[in-house]
């Protein structure tokens, strides 16, 4: 049974900063494309970062050079650090695992940037 458990979500004021955590069962990690998506409310769910099992990384352009994802292989993890949010980056996280056509979600985590 796979399983993707995030963590790291919550309230933070602009330009905070907060760290995202997606721990993987079930799967082979190493092979997989891991990738962190979005959802705000009323609006589709995006791609925001992606990394793929061979390290290459890619960003949406929202987002480059504030975040910046990474994994641990030997943790099963995926990070997603995120710096100098915006109010626009509120929404719900979700974390994914991609093996050829097979894809994978967790739960979601929410990020809530407000002062």
């Known amino acids: 049974q796979v399983q993707l458990v995030e963590s790291g979500g919550g309230l933070v004021q602009p330009g905070g900063s907060l760290r995202l955590s997606c721990v993987g069962s079930?799967?082979?990690?190493?092979?997989?494309?891991m990738g962190w998506y979005r959802q705000a409310p009323g609006k589709q769910r995006e791609l925001v970062a992606r990394?793929?099992?061979?390290?290459?990384?890619n960003y949406a352009d929202s987002v480059k050079g504030r975040f910046t994802i990474s994994r641990d292989n030997a943790e099963n993890t995926v990070y997603l650090q995120m710096n100098n949010l915006k109010p626009e980056d509120t929404a719900v996280y979700y974390c994914?695992?991609?093996?050829?056509?097979?894809?994978?979600w967790g739960q979601g985590t929410q990020v809530t940037v407000s002062s």
């Open positions: 079930g799967i082979i990690f190493s092979r997989n494309d």
């Open positions: 990394i793929t099992r061979g390290d290459t990384t």
């Open positions: 994914s695992a991609n093996f050829f056509a097979a894809y994978y």
